[in-house]
């Protein structure tokens, strides 16, 4: 989708509607003039001069257009080419209808009409005048799942949205996770005034570490995002980088740059989560970062509408909006429902109940310890996320649950089955997590029982079906029972399904919508969500990745491509793993390895005694003989025809057998492996 929309083209379709609006460019002219806007009343000349895109209030007065006409209007006589059908039905109605329409009644129509057209257009008034221009740029989570950062930049200042992380896929072996690229933010980093952090997910948080080994920069986030993000400073050695941190407080502005922000509360799958509302040079942003719209979370504060309303009355000029679940219709289910899941799973169980879901979904965790309470059941926390997560978030008061109700792992054998729940991690079939090893028997603590029930409050994010598979398979050999996908409300998601995109968006009323967050055909469908809720679809961006997007009142346009890119971090240290390391991994897991070494004399220029040949990975232990014998032919043969000039050299050599080598597997195997050769000079 095109969205550079600085010359609104001349050739497009008329719109058909058009001629029976009172406030069209025609009816304007004439008796209706006392009706315009403000705005327009006081620079007529030039909206037309900067050839508004007109379209955009065509996109929702199609909808007002749509609807059936009023019997009781007077027909405009403005309205040239239905006026005179107009005039011949009004004239054939007239005795069956006398109502009269006085002139104040017809005034009133019109003044509705205006009302109705400023209401839903409120971006109409944002000031074309405006010379400013901000520019946006997502380093990570456009193009996939996860990774969430973006910058966004005016002239003399930017700030960073997020620092996040995402999950490598089964060809980087080695890499727990990914990191962005972060080289773009060295090349602006005088300009950056702070990261803004809208909720504590690992791919909204996940990356701090590493980037503030790089870069730092003031960090402003709620209270638990900023705990969040301690524990991982402490555990990466940057306890000292808290002074970073601004606590901010929601409902308020705070000024970073040029930029004013709002942290807006906002539902979702972690608790205090938040959109941001951006007061630019330009007009006003709006970004929804992760959301869902729950009208009953359990810590009963809901979103924060009223916000949304307040901004988008006031006019927005840009919605960036969460596309994860663009595709699902309808409403996504509030997480109380899972709750009553819980309620009837607790009532059937007999024995422990082991509950695995997010370590982060607090109010999850909450539901299940609530249920845990009411049946007279300890709990007991098991996994280093979940504790540590649960630790925190019960100091700062998130989860209110009294220390008698909890008891260590090594306590569980002390109390009867049914008096058990565990939390713990695992749900995405994590090999080295806590449910995973009971699964495989080697938990230290717990060994499971056949009338254990295990309930996995999750769904296998896309990537991790095969563990969860996996763990599943596990888990039913264990003779455990299984409570999943079989009950529809076990879990839910934290995503605004199409309905919830649809309130943002009527909400904020933006001119301009650059859907986020998802994959290319999530925000495609975002994006057609969007042109039925009245964005005029030339005013919207696909980005990827990488994409600089310039914002100014009148158009929004790609400028540029950034570099962007994924580090390779291994967990065990925390280290990263460099580019040509993966690399070679993948060639060595695919095409395997030729190893050859051989000595030269420097007299003869000829190898000395036996070339030895080594491989792994490419044909079957049985043939090892006789490949192997293959490559010592390949490698005898090029001294023989190769004539040595001069004195040995051991480079030149190794480069041209490892050539003569790769030539001749490429053309018998079709592989193309690591081929180390190693020539020794001897007399
Ligand atoms: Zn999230």
């Known amino acids: 989708m095109n969205g550079n929309h600085e010359n609104p083209k001349p ?3 008329p719109n058909p509607y058009r001629q029976n609006r009172p406030t069209a460019p025609k009816a304007n002219s004439g008796e209706v003039k006392h009706n315009e806007t403000k705005q327009e009343a006081a620079k007529p000349k030039q909206a037309s001069a900067q050839k508004e895109p007109r379209s955009n209030t065509g996109n929702t007065s199609n909808k007002n257009n749509n609807r059936k006409p009023n019997p009781n209007r007077k027909p405009n006589p403005n309205q040239k080419t239905t006026s005179n059908k107009n005039a011949n039905k009004g004239r054939g109605r007239r005795k069956q209808q006398p109502t009269n329409v006085s002139p104040a009644m017809k005034e009133c129509l019109l003044e509705n009409e205006r009302v109705q057209q400023e209401r839903m257009n409120p971006w109409k008034q944002i000031s074309l005048q405006s010379k400013g221009k901000i520019r946006f740029t997502p380093l990570g989570g456009l193009g996939e799942i996860g990774g969430n950062i973006a910058v966004m930049e005016s002239e003399n200042s930017a700030f960073i949205i997020d620092v996040g992380m995402s999950f490598p896929d089964e060809t980087m072996h080695g890499v727990d996770i990914l990191v962005p690229d972060f080289s773009y933010l060295h090349t602006i980093k005088d300009k950056i005034k702070g990261i803004v952090i809208t909720h504590s997910h690992e ?3 996940g990356a701090m570490p590493y980037l503030f080994k790089e870069l730092k920069f003031p960090i402003y986030a709620t209270p638990l995002a900023l705990a969040m993000i301690e ?26 740059g040029d930029f004013k922000i709002e942290w807006m509360h ?52 840009c919605l960036f909006s969460d596309s994860t679940n663009s595709h699902n219709p309808g409403f996504t ?47 007991c926390v098991i996994g280093r996320s979940m504790e540590r997560n649960i630790e925190t978030t019960r100091k700062l008061g998130y989860i209110n649950v009294d220390d008698k109700h909890f008891i260590e792992p090594h306590e569980v054998p002390k109390y009867k089955d049914g008096d058990i729940l565990i939390v713990t991690t695992g749900s995405q079939g994590e090999n080295m997590a806590a449910l995973s090893r009971m699964a495989t028997d080697e938990h230290r603590h717990i060994k499971l029982k056949p009338s254990d029930t295990i309930i996995i409050s999750a ?43 649809k309130l943002i968006l009527r909400l904020v009323q933006p001119k301009f919508f650059l859907p986020v967050h998802g994959e290319y055909n999530h925000i495609a469908a975002h994006a057609k969500t969007a042109a039925g809720c009245g964005v005029d679809p030339r005013n919207m961006l696909l980005m990827s990745d990488g994409d600089q997007v310039e914002i100014t009142p009148k158009f929004i346009k790609k400028v540029k491509s950034i570099k962007t890119g994924k580090r390779y971090i291994d967990n065990m240290n925390n280290k990263e793993i460099y580019d040509d390391v993966v690399v070679d991994r993948q060639k060595l897991a695919s095409d395997g390895i030729v190893n050859i070494s051989m000595q030269v004399s420097s007299d003869t220029k000829k190898p000395n005694g036996k070339i030895s040949v080594s491989t ?25 025809t190769n004539k040595i000039e001069g004195s040995v050299n051991s480079k030149k050599i190794e480069e041209d057998i490892r050539g003569s080598v790769r030539k001749q597997i490429v053309r018998t195997k079709k592989l193309y492996p690591i081929i180390m050769v190693t020539a020794f000079i001897s007399k």
């Open 203 to 205: 791919d909204h948080i």
């Open 333 to 379: 289910k509030s997480e109380k429902v899972v709750g009553g899941t819980f309620d009837r799973l607790f009532d059937l169980a007999k024995g422990r109940v082991i509950m695995s879901t997010f370590s982060s979904n607090v109010h999850r965790i909450t539901q299940a310890m609530e249920r845990a309470i009411d049946h007279g059941r300890k709990i």
């Open 11 to 13: 050739k497009r379709n």
């Open 266 to 317: 906002m539902t979702h799958s972690i608790v205090d989560s938040s959109s941001l509302a951006i007061e630019t040079p330009v007009g006003t942003v709006i970004h929804t970062a992760d959301f869902k719209i729950d009208h009953t979370p359990i810590d009963g504060y809901t979103a924060d509408l009223h916000r949304f309303a307040h901004y988008g009355a006031k006019g927005v000029l």
């Open 616 to 640: 792994f990975g490419i044909i079957p232990n049985k043939d090892d003989k006789r490949f192997e014998k293959e490559i010592e032919q390949i490698v005898e043969s090029y001294f023989l």
């Open 459 to 501: 769904s296998a994010i896309p990537g991790n079906e095969g563990s969860v598979s996996k763990l599943m398979n596990l888990l039913m050999k264990s003779g455990v029972t299984i409570r999943y996908k079989e009950f529809n409300d076990i879990h839910v998601s934290g995503h605004a399904a199409q309905e919830e995109q």
């Open 231 to 256: 524990n991982k400073f402490n555990e990466h050695g940057l306890s000292a980088d808290t002074k970073y941190f601004n606590f901010i407080t929601k409902r308020k502005q705070y000024q970073i």
